[in-house]
Structure formats: C-alpha cells, structure tokens
C-alpha cells in the first residue's frame, strides 16, 4: 500500500491499494460527500488526459469515494502508475472546477408509474404530494454510474425519505424508474431487478445505444426532479422514437 500526500488534501490523505495485477485503486476519505466525490471526479479527469500520453494504462472507473485504475502490467508497472497516479493527484487539485451540468428531469409520480409511493408516504406518515414535493426540492448530485449501464446514484435525499430498502426485491422493474433506498434516491436505466422503493418514473432514456456516447447522466452532474402528468409523460415518451430526439441539460450549476 502507498499513501500520497499531494499539498491538495485538506484531511485525509488518499491511499493507492493493489486491485490485482493489472488494477490500483485510489481510495479517498472513508465518507460520502461532495467534497470527497469532487476529488474523486478531478483524479479522473486528470488520469483520462494523462491516459493518451501514458502507454499501458487502459481506462479509469470512479465511484463514491475511490477510483480505480486499469493497466497492462507486461506494458507499464505498478510502480509507473503509481507514479503517473501522484503527478495526477497534484494536476487535479489545481484543475478549474467547471460549472456541473444541470438536468430538469420530468417524473410522473404515483399510479402505475410509482406502486410504492402510498406506502412509502404512510410509512413516513405524509401524504403523497408531500413526499413529492419533498422529493423534488433538492438538487442532488450524481456520485456514480454504475450497477447497471446509465444507472444513476444520487446523493442529496431529504432525510425525512431515508427508507430501508425491500424486505421483499421486486424481479423487474422498468426503465426510467426512480426509486429510493436508504439514504439514496437513483434514476434505473434499463428494467431489472430492484430492492428499492419505486416512487415514479421519467419518460427520460438514460441509456440509448442508438447514440454515439449512450449514457445521457454522468459522475458529477446534477438533477433536479420535475413532477408531470400520465399524460405528458406518454408525450415525452413518445418523442424517443425519433433517434434523432435526446434530452439536453440546462447549461450552468446552482440558480
């Protein structure tokens, strides 16, 4: 194990861990936040622009609070990416913070879009329109992709919505669903299996093979929720069978 203390980190320092013989992984502050997941964001950003002049380094996956890195081994060593991982952590501190991406994404809450919403709202012991209403206030902020291509974690849930996950995990559950699950709330991608609690659903396609770059969320963004109706939803639905059709996000960060 190696640890890095590039003059950037403000607490904890990050640790570099052998993933296996063609991974490291750089794990930061043993916590969920913003702050620690813009870190996280920057390595990755630094190490993707370090990637096209580093031979043997493959790809990078960020997550919460760690970012892995993938690497030939018979091309580049251990100890060269690790190196290449401290140059980048320096490069990262000093990167400009660009304005997030902000997307307004429609939901239309409840009925057969949202099955948990009555429960999860009597459990809570609010209404429906007051969990909506709690749940569409924030601006939350995209920590990860993953579990599931486009699966988009969410970080920012109002407390007052924290609910354990099923006790019972539904074998389906369809695209465009969003759920909460513990602290989390999350926008599904493609249908699957699911322990969370399905509060409503965007007609928005986050996964969409038929374009180039087929991830419409990435680490990073944010999301602000936008209740509509059945029938707005089966209209923005509907404009998805044009390829040509894709949502795009508000230019800037907090209004």
């Not at 380094?57 to 091309?75: E, H, K, Q, W």
């Not at 992709?145 to 389906?172: C, I, K, Q, S, W």
Request: net charge neutral.
């Amino acid at each position: 194990m190696t640890r890095i203390t590039p003059s950037s980190c403000r607490h904890d320092a990050p640790r570099i861990l052998m993933a296996g013989d063609g991974a490291l992984l750089v794990e930061f502050a043993n916590r969920i936040d913003a702050h620690t997941n813009a870190g996280v964001l920057a390595l990755a950003q630094a190490l993707r622009a370090q990637q096209k002049k580093t031979r043997g380094v493959l790809g990078v996956v960020p997550a919460y609070r760690s970012l892995s890195i993938r690497f030939d081994p018979l091309t580049i060593s251990h100890d060269a990416v690790r190196d290449v991982i401290a140059q980048c952590l320096d490069a990262s501190a000093i990167a400009s913070n660009a304005t997030p991406r902000r997307w307004e994404v429609p939901v239309c809450y409840g009925g057969a879009h949202g099955e948990d919403l009555l429960a999860l709202a009597e459990r809570h012991q609010l209404d429906a329109a007051q969990v909506i209403a709690r749940h569409c206030a924030p601006v939350y902020r995209v920590f990860m992709v993953g579990f599931l291509p486009g699966f988009a974690y969410l970080g920012g849930l109002d407390p007052v919505l924290h609910t354990p996950r099923r006790a019972m995990p539904r074998a389906h559950t369809p695209a465009g669903s969003v759920n909460i699950g513990g602290q989390q709330t999350a926008i599904a991608s493609v249908p699957g299996p699911s322990g969370w609690h399905l509060i409503g659903r965007t007609p928005w396609r986050s996964f969409d093979l038929r374009h180039a770059h087929p991830f419409l969320f990435e680490a990073g963004d944010e999301i602000v929720f936008t209740p509509i109706s059945e029938d707005e939803f089966a209209h923005i639905d509907a404009l998805h069978a044009d390829p040509s059709y894709r949502p795009q996000p508000r230019t800037g960060g907090h209004s």
